[in-house]
């Protein structure tokens, strides 16, 4: 037990660095570190994400999740949204748009154009999305399992074998979205979905080292 609080210590201690990343990552006039910081440090709170994940009844994750990441993501969307267009919009003379700043706190759209009031918002309803998915998922495919009456694979093994299947999904949409070059950063989806192979991806890869670095949390 000892054991396995260190390494949840050591999680947090992961996470807390990977927002430290965020915030210098968003403020550093190095363009090395920024790229640095940019090519990992969101992968990584996926992958931590994915490693604390829980199996738990659809509804009540839901709720669980919708407290823990869109209430706090409304609040501090509207409160530095307020910041942005009453103080800062001015002193910096931003052109950007009040209305579809504001419109995007529903949409959730990535991108900075539509988060002018802060940019690394996007994330938590990214996180909420990719986190209801792979939980009904994941549901379905131990659904799937139950009403099996004899295997010869155990329910740990499937669902490895069916997130593997997940991601090598993820990833072959990645492949297929940059073979195609297609404009991601200009098309928005609502709701962070054109980031959901990528999120998916590293949520998945997460939940497989979980099976290894965490395997009394399950």
Request: proline letters at 4%; one cysteine or more; aromatic letters at 16%.
């Amino acid at each position: 037990m000892r054991r396995l609080y260190s390494r949840l210590a050591a999680l947090d201690s992961l996470r807390g660095f990977g927002i430290l990343l965020v915030v210098l990552g968003h403020t550093s006039w190095s363009a090395g570190l920024v790229s640095w910081i940019f090519s990992f440090h969101m992968p990584l709170f996926f992958i931590i994400s994915g490693m604390l994940f829980h199996e738990r009844q659809f509804l009540d994750s839901f709720k669980r999740r919708a407290i823990r990441l869109l209430v706090p993501y409304v609040f501090f969307g509207t409160v530095t949204l307020a910041y942005w267009a009453l103080i800062e919009r001015r002193l910096r003379g931003d052109e950007g748009s009040v209305p579809n700043a504001l419109a995007n706190i529903v949409l959730a759209r990535a991108g900075s154009d539509n988060y002018p009031q802060n940019a690394a918002l996007w994330f938590l309803p990214c996180l909420f999305v990719t986190e209801m998915l792979f939980l009904g998922f994941f549901l379905l495919v131990n659904k799937a399992g139950s009403v099996e009456t004899k295997t010869v694979m155990g329910g740990g093994w499937r669902n490895r074998i069916a997130v593997m299947a997940l991601a090598l999904v993820s990833f072959l949409s990645i492949i297929v979205m940059w073979s195609l070059d297609l404009p991601v950063d200009q098309f928005r989806l609502p709701w962070a979905f054109d980031i959901l192979s990528f999120s998916m991806l590293f949520y998945c890869i997460g939940y497989l080292l979980s099976e290894f670095i965490l395997p009394h949390v399950q």
